[in-house]
């Protein structure tokens, strides 16, 4: 696997691993996308398209838990997964 600080990827993936988006589920969620997209929290996948890593706080608790794609933050886990649906 590629690290993160390889450059030509494509698109960022951000979870956020701060206390209320743990308490809302981005453990759960985390681990899908690690599981989904075939890589660890750091690391970018084999064609480069997809990096996914660790935020701390994106400043939207109420609605956690939150990932950040390429800037745009997608809250709650249908969200994000609908997100990544049409990245992949």
């Known amino acids: 696997m590629r690290s993160m600080m390889t450059s030509g990827f494509t698109h960022i993936l951000r979870a ?3 206390e209320h988006c743990r308490a809302a589920g981005s453990d759960e969620l985390i681990a899908y996308l690690e599981q989904r997209l075939g ?3 750091g690391q970018t996948t084999p064609d480069g398209r997809i990096t996914l890593s ?3 706080c994106v400043g ?3 609605n956690g ?3 950040l794609i390429d800037d745009q933050c ?3 886990i249908d969200a994000a997964i609908e ?3 049409l990245l992949q």
């Open 83 to 85: 997100r990544l649906d």
């Open 16 to 18: 956020c691993r701060a």
């Open 74 to 76: 997608f809250s709650g």
């Open 65 to 67: 838990p939150s990932v």
């Open 39 to 41: 890589i660890r929290l």
């Open 54 to 56: 660790p935020i701390y």
């Open 60 to 62: 939207n608790c109420k």
